[in-house]
């Protein structure tokens, strides 16, 4: 197949101070997620549709959080070492879309820096580089501030 496509799911708790990454940038934020890494679960959802893609399972297989190698990992680590595999099966990023639900604090100031930081890391320009941010209308976890969920989808291309 010249082209393939995937989702990726995941979801962090919040807890007070700890630092709030997200998208591969810091959120000033009085909390953040609780993580074996540094939480980032909108890179983590992104790793998971770049290995959907291929089948090749999730970043909990690649990246265990049991493995001490991993604690207090920048995300961004885990998103290059994924592009990596990407590219070793021959493919390339086509462009990818995000959505973050949170309640808060607000993330319309920073959807620019993260698709920004997130475009580089991918090979793509930022135009293909959707990130999106919804609060639940204060319904649900998301909605009691008790944490954060991330859907994203990527498409990949043969090189
Ligand atoms: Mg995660």
Not at 99 to 107: E, M
């Given at each position: 197949m010249d082209i393939r496509?995937?989702?990726?799911y995941d979801v962090h708790a919040l807890a007070p101070d700890l630092p709030m990454w997200l998208g591969g940038i810091q959120i000033p934020s009085p909390t953040g997620?609780?993580?074996?890494?540094?939480?980032?679960?909108?890179?983590?959802?992104?790793?998971?549709?770049?290995l959907g893609c291929l089948a090749l399972g999730d970043i909990g297989?690649?990246?265990?959080d049991t493995s001490d190698?991993?604690?207090?990992?920048?995300?961004k680590i885990l998103l290059r070492k994924v592009m990596e595999i990407i590219a070793a099966n021959g493919y390339r990023v086509g462009n990818v879309d995000i959505?973050?639900?949170?309640?808060?604090?607000?993330?319309a100031p920073h959807i620019a820096a993260m698709r920004a930081t997130l475009a580089p890391l991918l090979g793509v320009s930022e135009d293909c580089v959707s990130?999106?941010?919804t609060t639940?209308?204060?319904l649900g976890f998301v909605g009691r501030c008790e944490g954060c969920e991330v859907w994203?989808?990527?498409?990949?291309?043969?090189?």
């Open positions: 496509i995937g989702n990726g997620f609780v993580a074996h890494s540094d939480g980032d679960v909108a890179i983590h959802a992104l790793c998971d549709a770049l297989h690649l990246f265990p190698e991993w604690k207090g990992v920048d995300s959505t973050i639900a949170l309640q808060k604090p607000k993330l990130v999106k941010a639940t209308e204060r994203a989808t990527a498409l990949i291309i043969r090189k």
